[in-house]
Structure formats: structure tokens, C-alpha cells
């Protein structure tokens, strides 16, 4: 006598997301991603068979956040100041604590009309893009030493803004700080989140850090040499009046203010992430530096 074998049980998101060994919301932008599903369908649909290939994608994709890979690398996005990024292995993956560098700097360019900003070190291009989305009067200058971060932060501006905005597209230059400015005008503000992690931190070894680009995390040196020939070159490319700010690390403010004291900067002060660290450090171009 035979006996016919069970047909396996279909599975559903339900029960990838009751198995999975990762946060749950992790866990659902993973599925999201793979089923092409909003997250309010997780619930409305979460008990439908899935395609097999969908499964084994997802699973896939489980393991290799299961790994360590970020899950923004995994999706290929990340949300930044309300907008969708593009990310890949060759940029700095968009972080909620840099929005308070385009918060700041979006105050200091309240009452200048038709503002010219320049972002270094640009990435994503998430601070320049945001920027060019909350002001479309600004003309934004993005620059970057690495050619496939350009590449993404171009695409990144040209699907986020819009092509008829009054500022123009964003100028994005392959340069290493500002070298390739030469022809540019002053800028009324220069915003920056470079590499500031020291070559030593145990950080660079932890978490999503071990796979972004360490040129975007480190200067190989004591985490400020990035931030001085910042703060150097800055008075020779503001305008009157012209504000810098830049994020630094979480004991570094201290040592940022004094250089932006001694670098011909006024008002310098820090301001604090949601965490209470002070995130970031700035002020306002003395008339006698410029």
C-alpha cells in the first residue's frame, strides 16, 4: 500500500516574518522590498500563498542582513528629510542625525534670496538634494573625490527635484575638497559631513560601518585632518557674511570649535542631535577673513 506525500503548506509573510531571526521591522522592509508591497499589506495580505521565488529572494536577502550587510545596501535606499534615496556600496548610507546639519543651515539661508550653497563631500548627495528640494531658489555646487559616488548622487538629484527649478540643476564636480572650484563664486554657505572617525576607532569594525567606504568614514589619520583643510579653505570661497557647518563626531566639538575660531569664524557654536550630542559645529565668516 501507497501513501501519497503531503503537499507542503504554502507560506505566506506571516510566517516568514513569525520565523525571522531579525527585528522585526527589519524583517518587513526586507519582505516589503521583495514583494513589492506596502507595509499595510503585510497585514491586509499577509496570509496569501507567496511564489516560490519570492520566498527564496527574501530568504536570501534574510541571511545576508542576518550577516550584517545594512539593510539599506540590501534595498538599495534609505529616506533622508523626507526624501527616497538611491544607496550602494560606494556611499555613505544617509543618516537621520545629519538632517540637523540641513536644518541648521537651511536657518542661516532664511532671508538670502537665491542662496548659493556648496556641500563637500557629498555622497548620497542626500545634504546638497535636500537642501535643493527645501530651498528651489538655491543654486547648490556637490563635490566628491570619488567618481561612483558622484554618479550616484547624480542620479539621486535628478530624480528627486525638479528639472524646472528655480535654482537650477545641482553642480556636481568630481574634486577633492575644493580643488575644482577655481571659476566658482562665493558661496553663502559650505556644508560638510566628511570622514571624521579616526583610523584606530574600533567603530570602523562594528555594524553597517564595516560596509560602507572607508574613505567616507576616516581620514587614516586622527579624525580631524578632513576638518582642518575644511575649515582652511573656507574663508577664500564664502561670500560676506558666509556660514560653515560641518558634522563631526561625538567628542569632537570641542576641537572643531577651535578651529573654526582660528580659522577666522564668528558666532562658532555646536548644536545637539535628538541623542544630546553635540552632531554638529559652524558659524559666520568674520569680515576681516574673508
Same mark, same amino acid.
Given at each position: ?136 531658489? $538655491?543654486?547648490?555646487? +556637490?563635490?566628491? *573625490? #570619488?567618481?561612483?559616488? %558622484? !554618479?550616484?548622487?547624480? /542620479?539621486?538629484?535628478?530624480?528627486? &527635484? ?99 575660531? $582660528?580659522?577666522?569664524? +564668528?558666532?562658532? *557654536? #555646536?548644536?545637539?542631535? %535628538? !541623542?544630546?550630542?553635540? /552632531?554638529?559645529?559652524?558659524?559666520? &565668516? ?5
Amino acid at each position: 500500500m501507497t501513501t501519497r506525500a503531503s503537499t507542503p503548506a504554502p507560506v505566506t509573510a506571516d510566517a516568514l516574518l513569525r520565523a525571522s531571526p531579525l527585528p522585526p521591522l527589519e524583517a518587513r522592509i526586507l519582505l516589503t522590498h521583495v514583494l513589492g508591497w506596502r507595509r499595510t499589506q503585510l497585514i491586509t495580505r499577509g496570509d496569501e500563498p507567496l511564489e516560490c521565488a519570492s520566498v527564496e529572494r527574501y530568504r536570501a536577502l534574510e541571511a545576508r542582513r542576518a550577516a550584517g550587510e545594512p539593510v539599506a545596501q540590501l534595498v538599495g535606499a534609505r529616506e533622508f528629510f523626507g526624501l527616497e534615496f538611491e544607496v550602494t556600496p560606494h556611499v555613505l548610507i544617509p543618516r537621520p542625525e545629519t538632517e540637523l546639519l540641513v536644518e541648521t543651515a537651511l536657518a542661516a539661508l532664511e532671508h538670502r534670496p537665491r542662496p548659493r550653497v556648496l556641500d563637500l563631500g557629498t555622497g548620497t548627495g542626500a545634504i546638497a538634494v535636500a537642501l535643493a528640494s527645501t530651498r528651489p531658489d $538655491a543654486q547648490v555646487w +556637490a563635490l566628491d *573625490r #570619488s567618481a561612483d559616488a %558622484l !554618479a550616484v548622487a547624480t /542620479r539621486n538629484g535628478a530624480r528627486l &527635484l525638479d528639472a524646472q527649478r528655480p535654482g537650477g540643476a545641482i553642480t556636481f564636480l568630481h574634486s577633492d575638497w575644493y580643488d575644482a572650484l577655481d571659476t566658482a563664486p562665493r558661496f553663502d554657505a559650505i556644508v560638510s559631513n566628511p570622514p571624521y572617525i579616526a583610523s584606530g576607532d574600533p567603530h570602523l569594525l562594528e555594524g553597517d560601518l564595516r560596509f560602507e567606504p572607508r574613505g567616507a568614514l576616516t581620514d587614516e589619520a586622527d579624525g580631524l585632518s578632513a576638518i582642518r583643510a575644511i575649515v582652511a579653505g573656507a574663508p577664500a570661497r564664502l561670500a560676506a557674511g558666509g556660514v560653515l557647518w560641518i558634522e563631526h563626531g561625538y567628542d569632537q566639538a570641542e576641537a572643531v570649535r577651535a578651529l573654526l575660531g $582660528a580659522g577666522g569664524f +564668528a558666532q562658532v *557654536r #555646536s548644536e545637539r542631535d %535628538l !541623542a544630546g550630542i553635540e /552632531r554638529i559645529s559652524g558659524g559666520v &565668516l568674520r569680515e576681516d577673513a574673508a
